[in-house]
Nanobody
Framework: QLQASGGGLVQPGGSLRLSCYAS????????VGWFRQAPGKEREGISC????????AYADSVKGRFTISRDNAKNAVYLQMNSLKPEDTAVYFC?????????????????????WGQGTQVTVSS
């Protein structure tokens, strides 16, 4: 099971770090992705990372502001979010799938994942 945490209320220009933990199984062999969904909008893939952590991909909307990383020893994947904007307000989800293959284009799609955590709310507002 995946558990996402770290959301909250932050002012524009601020930062947050989201964490995604696997409580039962190892994430070692999993590609992990971060998604978000704002009210009335479709779920958007924003970042993903290969099982070894050597490959990453980002949506254009967050490129240069967000950084994904993983610590397999802690069974965790992180999303560092900087220079946050009001349009980043959404519920953020992490997802995983067992895979040794990595394609940023493929793993920024929600249909590519088997397991999902519950979301964590991020609100960017002054």
């Amino acid at each position: 099971q995946l558990q996402a945490s770290g959301g909250g209320l932050v002012q524009p220009g601020g930062s947050l770090r989201l964490s995604c933990y696997a409580s039962r199984d190892t994430l070692d062999y999993n590609v992990v992705g971060w998604f978000r969904q704002a009210p009335g909008k479709e779920r958007e893939g924003i970042s993903c990372i290969s099982n070894s952590g050597d490959k990453t991909a980002y949506a254009d909307s967050v490129k240069g502001r967000f950084t994904i990383s993983r610590d397999n020893a802690k069974n965790a994947v992180y999303l560092q979010m900087n220079s946050l904007k009001p349009e980043d307000t959404a519920v953020y989800f992490c997802a995983s799938v067992i895979s040794t293959y990595f394609s940023g284009r493929y793993y920024l799609q929600s249909r590519s994942y088997d397991y999902w955590g519950q979301g964590t709310q991020v609100t960017v507002s002054s």
